[in-house]
């Protein structure tokens, strides 16, 4: 008999206020989800009681079969059920789960949930994110109220549980995802092709060039012109179109010429010169020949 009663309480043991339990879902309400504790009695987590994401949707975020785990807050309702709270559960572990998602580098789905000064809102295991109007995007963000409602894949960038600060960031994903897509296109170029861009900068050292396929790539000064320049200015000016050869690719690098364009233009000119200049004497020379003969 004692061993019976010893099989009850740890079957079915009494629970108390603030004990965290995982049970498995076992229906899903219009405000309210049941759960299954093996206990004694089912728990049940009203809707408030599940996140503090306000767009978040029971109906499609939580299926039966799902393990839940939430904190006792009240150990019997009106109706014999054990109330809990996924929420305060989530805050008791969700800041261990963000530092290590922070330390993974790990990118999360995510929603944006509210718009804020300097930045929006989007939560991440239950827990308020902010996501500075900087690390949005690569370019500068305009209109944040634009980003409401869109779905951002993001990496959490700070985690201070004490201050209860959670940051989060697109921006990097966005530049690794850039990177990829300009070292395939640099895959693709080849040395001596013939580019053409607009001169998007000027520095003491050379001309970046952005090119129409997207990419970047860099006139040195000594690659502008034949003759010998103080400064890039000089010559060149923001906004210009330009013609250019590839002379080097390295490390996702693109090295430009002009200098080697006007190199072959003025071979070119020489060559039209030596050719007319060729044709002229063989036409002076049969005209010569002709004047002195005369036909009846």
């Not at 839940?68 to 054990?82: L, M, Y």
Request: charged fraction near 30%.
């Amino acid at each position: 008999m004692e061993k019976m009663q010893d099989l009850f309480d740890g079957e079915f043991k009494k629970v108390k206020e603030g004990d965290i339990l995982t049970g498995t879902v076992i229906s899903v309400g219009e405000e309210e989800v049941y759960v299954d504790l093996h206990t004694y009695a089912e728990g049940v987590i009203s809707k408030e009681e599940l996140s503090d994401d306000p767009n978040f949707d029971m109906r499609s975020q939580i299926k039966e079969g799902d393990e839940i785990t939430a904190t006792v807050i009240k150990a019997a309702n009106e109706n014999d059920n054990i109330v809990l709270s996924k929420r305060e559960a989530n805050e008791l572990v969700a800041w261990d789960v963000l530092s290590k998602y922070k330390e993974d580098g790990t990118v999360l789905d995510v929603k944006v949930s509210g718009i804020v000064n300097a930045g929006v809102i989007a939560y991440v295991e239950g827990i308020r994110g902010f996501i500075p109007a900087s690390k949005l995007a690569l370019e500068y963000v305009e209109d944040l109220n634009t980003y409401l409602g869109r779905n951002l894949q993001v990496q959490v960038i700070t985690v201070d549980e004490e201050a209860k600060k959670c940051v989060l960031s697109a921006k990097e994903i966005l530049f690794e995802q850039e990177r990829q897509k300009n070292n395939s296109k640099i895959a693709k170029l080849e040395v001596g092709s013939i580019v053409e861009g607009t001169v998007d900068s000027l520095q003491s050292y050379g001309a970046f060039i952005a090119l129409d396929n997207g990419l970047s790539g860099l006139v040195h000064v000594s690659q502008i012109c034949e003759k010998r320049i103080k400064s890039p200015a000089s010559v060149l000016k923001v906004g210009e179109r330009v013609t250019a050869k590839i002379i080097k690719i390295e490390n996702n690098k693109i090295s430009l010429s002009i200098k080697a364009l006007q190199n072959v233009a003025e071979v070119s000119l020489e060559e039209e010169a030596f050719e007319y200049k060729q044709t002229e004497e063989v036409s002076t020379g049969l005209g010569s020949l002709l004047s002195g003969l005369h036909f009846d």
